[in-house]
């Protein structure tokens, strides 16, 4: 119930309202003969969670084809909201989703995959929200550049033979 002040009632608080889709309705119950009862229409109200912060981080030393690489993402909420849900991983370059994983109790995620083709890839990490918080992409990518290992072919000479001369046979 809430109270009429000056003839008009106002419900303020849509922080009482968890979020999603909620039918609200207006009910008048006077307080003495009076007046009559009445009640207006339903209608529709979409409250919508914060919007979280996700940043996804790539590792800083670039993987050589063929080698696993965790890439990371984190989730913050505001105070008091723990994100709960998961995050989904996106070669932005290719559009290839890499994988989805749930996030910790940190708000943290992370994805190790082991074939990223070689080249640059530019990851995105996009959090599918929650009851508390509403979806959200990371603002920026992380860089994954994936190179080739490279072969070089050592001569390894005993130290004991280095600056020796030998002798030639006549």
Known sequence: PVALVSGQ???????????GQHTIQAIYTPGSSSFLASASSPFKELVTGDTPTVTVVA?????VFGQSVTIGATVAAPAGVTPTGTVTFTDTETGTVLGTVSLDASGNAKLTISN??????????????DADLTNAVSRTTATVDVFQASTQVVQLVPVWAMGRKTAERA
């Open 9 to 19: 009632a106002s419900l303020i608080d849509g922080a009482a309202l968890a979020p």
């Open 59 to 63: 590792p800083v030393i670039p993987p």
């Open 116 to 129: 990223l083709a070689l080249g640059d890839h530019d990851i995105t990490a996009s959090y599918g929200g």
